[in-house]
């Protein structure tokens, strides 16, 4: 039974820092991309980032870029997402998904995940 359970979220101020894991098993972690998505209240869910299966090949969103960073533990066949420079914006509900590929999807392709976890708030305020 494939599980995808996240957890690192909280309350920070601006400019702060989270580092959200995504704890994952029931199938074989060094064959799929997993990646990281988030949705507001009020807004549509959008992809943040994803890492492809082996050599740790990312792609991230926009806004994320040089804040963000996602990375694999294969021994404790974890996801993070390593979020820096937190903005107001930044507050959402983020979950983790695995997709059913190798590698990871390109943005057409980026709702097709197999299964996503409960998520893991974060809300950024002063």
């Known amino acids: 039974q494939v599980q995808l359970v996240e957890s690192g979220g909280g309350l920070v101020q601006p400019g702060g820092s989270l580092r959200l894991s995504c704890a994952t098993s029931?199938?074989?972690?060094?064959?799929?991309?997993i990646g990281w998505f988030r949705q507001a209240p009020g807004k549509e869910r959008e992809g943040v980032s994803c890492i492809n299966s082996e050599e740790g090949i990312a792609n991230y969103l926009d806004s994320a870029k040089g804040r963000f960073t996602i990375s694999r533990d294969n021994a404790k066949k974890t996801v993070a997402l390593q979020m820096n420079s937190l903005k107001p914006d930044d507050t959402a509900l983020y979950f983790c998904?695995?997709?059913?590929?190798?590698?990871?999807?390109?943005?057409?392709?980026?709702?097709?995940?197999?299964?996503w976890g409960l998520g893991t708030q974060v809300a950024i305020s002063s």
């Open positions: 998904v695995k997709y059913g590929t190798f590698g990871c999807p390109d943005s057409a392709g980026a709702f097709r995940y197999e299964y």
């Open positions: 029931g199938f074989a972690w060094d064959l799929y991309a």
